[in-house]
Nanobody, 115 residues
């Protein structure tokens, strides 16, 4: 069963913006901190941003000041607003609880930043 469904990726030019969404379809992670991660081929998945149940937020240094994580508890959805995108942001983006549940990875959504 797919618990987390990501969407919103696409092709965007450098400097552009995208907003990713992650729906917790069964609300199984209610009360958990939720995070975004990203992965490029042949590299390990890396942390991008986290938001706790109490609203505490942290970002990887590489995205600080450009990305914004938020959530809508009523919709069981976590968002990642990405501004001023750079080619090095190109990756598949995934959400999961934090620390991640290895059995909860979804399909992810591809973000490609290219001119």
């Amino acid at each position: 069963q797919e618990y987390l469904v990501e969407s919103g990726g696409g092709l965007v030019q450098p400097g552009g913006s995208l907003t990713l969404s992650c729906v917790d379809s069964t609300n199984i992670f209610a009360g958990y901190a939720m995070a975004w991660y990203r992965q490029v081929p042949e590299k390990e998945r890396e942390f991008v941003a986290v938001i706790t149940n109490g609203g505490v937020i942290a970002y990887a240094d590489s995205v600080k000041g450009r990305f914004t994580i938020s959530k809508d508890n009523a919709k069981h959805t976590v968002y990642l607003q990405m501004d001023n995108l750079k080619p090095e942001d190109t990756a598949a983006y995934y959400c999961n609880r934090h620390p991640f549940d290895p059995f909860a990875w979804g399909q992810g959504t591809q973000v490609t930043v290219s001119s």
